[in-house]
């Protein structure tokens, strides 16, 4: 059975549908054409799921600390409260207030959208068969020696290495949507990746085992 990894896309998705070794690049335009994806084992996602109330996440913490000089790829996300901001200005002072002083920055701020329309789509219980990754434990995990930032050509020719056995990684970008980037589809492998490890019983996860205020886990798996 399939597996979906995405990664964000210029307000959309590029999705990586993964059977056996064959992969396939999509364009998704919002979450619900990911959700909508047919037959899907486990859907993975390079966005936060889980969110605190009051502080940083374990995951995120200990997702840096495994990543050592790339962790400056982890955000921090946003805690909960910050997801019903009309504006950056009203974003910072709720999490400020919330935190009891840390602020949000103008990256984070422009996921903020994203995040709320993924928790919106999980419902209420969440679905379980979407859980949230990082591309770069992913990486990691498939080759340690994958170390330059992915934006280089040293970290893309690592990327596509690392890749190479476990998928058909160079015919799913050959044949990939017009305009995707090349750093997402990695991701978006990546992730799909890490779905396949999940629906198999072999993935590994970062975090306290908790629950948010919405039942989602606070955890990143790869």
Do not use: N
Request: glycine fraction near 10%; proline fraction near 7%.
């Amino acid at each position: 059975m399939p597996v979906l990894g995405v990664d964000g896309w210029r307000g959309a998705w590029v999705g990586a549908l993964l059977e056996g070794r064959s992969v396939t690049l999509l364009a998704l335009p919002d979450v619900a054409a990911v959700l909508a994806v047919p037959e899907v084992e486990v859907v993975t996602v390079d966005m936060p799921i889980g969110l605190s109330d009051d502080g940083a996440r374990a995951c995120d913490r200990r997702a840096k600390a495994l990543l050592g000089r790339a962790g400056s790829s982890v955000f921090p996300a946003p805690v909960r409260a910050v997801l019903g901001a009309r504006d950056y200005a009203e974003a910072r002072r709720i999490s400020v207030r919330a935190t009891g002083g840390t602020s949000l920055s103008a990256q984070a701020f422009q996921l903020v959208g994203s995040i709320r329309a993924l928790d919106d789509a999980l419902g209420d219980p969440p679905l379980d068969h979407v859980v949230e990754v990082h591309p770069e434990l992913a990486f990691r995990a498939l080759d340690p020696a994958v170390a330059d930032p992915k934006a280089t050509a040293r970290g893309t020719a690592q990327r596509l290495a690392a890749l190479r056995p476990v998928m058909d990684v160079d015919a799913a970008l050959l044949a990939a949507p017009p305009r995707v980037p090349a750093v997402d589809a990695l991701d978006a492998c990546a992730a799909a990746w890490s779905a396949r490890r999940i629906a198999d019983g072999g993935a590994e996860c970062v975090g306290d085992g908790s629950r948010d205020a919405r039942g989602r886990p606070v955890r990143i798996c790869f």
